[in-house]
């Protein structure tokens, strides 16, 4: 069963410092990693995709792939309250398989 | 503006009734997905299509049906058999196959009592 796994939280992050998301897939041959930040009552928005071993960076958020170790992380820098929202880690296999998200807080 | 509309926002209905539920999108994407989220759960995938006139099913299709007659449209009809369908639906849309990121419509949160 291929599962990609994620610490459910909630993650408590104070304002303005940095919040680390992780996640970890089990098929080693997983070509495509996306991070989709989802609001209480909203869908999913996707903010980053990654594709290669190493960082990339957008604005405050980096996304983070290491391959021989089978996971993917997300650097939210100068956090604020309006990250506060579920962090969703999704890989692709034979289909894009979700994680169940992480709850992220960010405290005023 | 291209986007991805799914209507109704909410949707009420009887036990016993079948419904469907309106996905489209407008940015020429080949692939489109559906897939149901319970609170506390991730997405689970229902259906999905990566051509026109073509689908396939997902993880939990028991209950659903799709149709795939335009590019620009998937809807999902939830059937009478389906025994739990109070759920939040969302439809996705991705330019080709799996390996391509997706983006999601707003979701339709459907109540059967």
């Known amino acids: 069963q291929k599962e990609v796994e994620q610490n459910s939280g909630p993650l408590s992050v104070p304002e303005g410092a940095i919040a680390s998301l992780n996640c970890t897939y089990s098929?080693?041959?997983?070509?495509?990693f996306f991070w989709y930040r989802q609001y209480s009552g909203k869908s999913p928005e996707l903010i980053m995709s990654?594709?290669?071993?190493g960082d990339k960076e957008d604005g405050r958020f980096t996304a983070q792939l290491n391959k021989a170790s089978q996971y993917v992380s997300l650097l939210i820098r100068d956090s604020q309250p309006s990250d506060s929202a579920t962090y969703l880690c999704?890989?692709?296999?034979?289909?894009?398989?979700f994680g169940k998200g992480t709850r992220l807080h960010i405290l005023p | 503006d291209g986007g991805i509309t799914q209507s109704p926002k909410y949707l009420f209905r009887k036990e016993g009734q079948n419904v469907t539920l309106s996905c489209e999108q407008n940015?020429?994407?080949?692939?489109m997905y559906w897939y149901r989220q319970d609170p506390g759960q991730g997405l689970r995938l229902i259906y999905y299509?990566?051509?026109?006139?073509?689908?396939q099913k997902g993880d939990i299709a028991e209950g659903y049906s799709v149709s795939r007659e335009k590019k620009e449209s998937f809807p999902l009809t939830v059937t009478s058999a389906q025994k739990n369908p109070t759920a939040f639906y969302l439809c996705?849309?991705?330019?080709?196959?799996?390996?391509?990121?997706?983006?999601f419509g707003p979701g339709t949160r459907l109540t059967v009592t």
């Open positions: 996705a849309s991705s330019p080709r196959d799996n390996s391509y990121e997706q983006y």
């Open positions: 990654i594709y290669s071993n």
């Open positions: 999704a890989v692709n296999e034979d289909k894009i398989i």
């Open positions: 940015l020429n994407h080949d692939a």
């Open positions: 299509s990566q051509i026109v006139n073509d689908f």
């Open positions: 098929d080693r041959v997983s070509q495509s």
